[in-house]
């Protein structure tokens, strides 16, 4: 079984801020780690993944997540964020990257 | 290219009414999935299928019905609907096993 954990509902930050999403996972296996990022109204959009190799992950929009296996952590980070970065963002948990399992969500919002 | 279309958007039924959600992707992906979206819960795995023909419960079947019987489409069926099964519901459908899951806009459901 797999479970995702994401500490923070919501998290307020002012524009240009830095920002950390924070994303604690469990596995009986190896594991799958992704970031999904849904805009209002909108499905959700793939944001980076890990699936094996380096453990700092690289995505879409300037964000980057690093894997920290003794940790069991996932955490998003982007140095300088914009109003446009407002959205819900998922972390997510696979132990075959086909059935994932996602947490409940954080809601970032950016304000200037 | 259309990527994952679900129709309809909105629908308001009566409790006990039965309905379809229907869900078809022109990508060729094997696997296609249907979760249910609700405040402070994340996303929730309905029923998944993992081609034609094969179809599997995940962590919240109860009340709804799959089948697949092509690859572009995976219709969910509402068998008798309950206040209970208001919600927004995402198909997605899964590139390889690369763990990127392309969603629909979702379905906004209303049961009265």
Known sequence: AQSVTQLDSQVPVFEEAPVELRCNYSSSVSVYLFWYVQYPNQGLQLLLKYLSGSTLVKGINGFEAEFNKSQTSFHLRKPSVHISDTAEYFCAVSGTASKLTFGTGTRLQVTL | ?112
Not at chain 2, 10 to 35: I, P, R
Not at chain 2, 38 to 52: F, K
Not at chain 2, 55 to 62: I, K, L, R, S
């Open chain 2, 1 to 112: 290219n259309a990527g994952v279309t679900q129709t309809p958007k909105f629908q308001v039924l009566k409790t006990g009414q039965s309905m379809t959600l229907q869900c078809a992707q022109d990508m060729n992906h094997e696997y296609m999935s249907w979760y249910r979206q609700d405040p402070g819960m994340g996303l929730r795995l309905i029923h998944y299928s993992v081609g034609a023909g094969i179809t599997d419960q995940g962590e919240v079947p109860n009340g709804y019905n799959v089948s697949r019987s092509t690859t572009e489409d995976f219709p969910l069926r509402l068998l008798s609907a309950a206040p209970s099964q208001t919600s927004v519901y995402f198909c997605a459908s899964l590139r390889g096993y690369t763990g990127e899951l392309f969603f629909g806009e979702g379905s906004r459901l209303t049961v009265l």
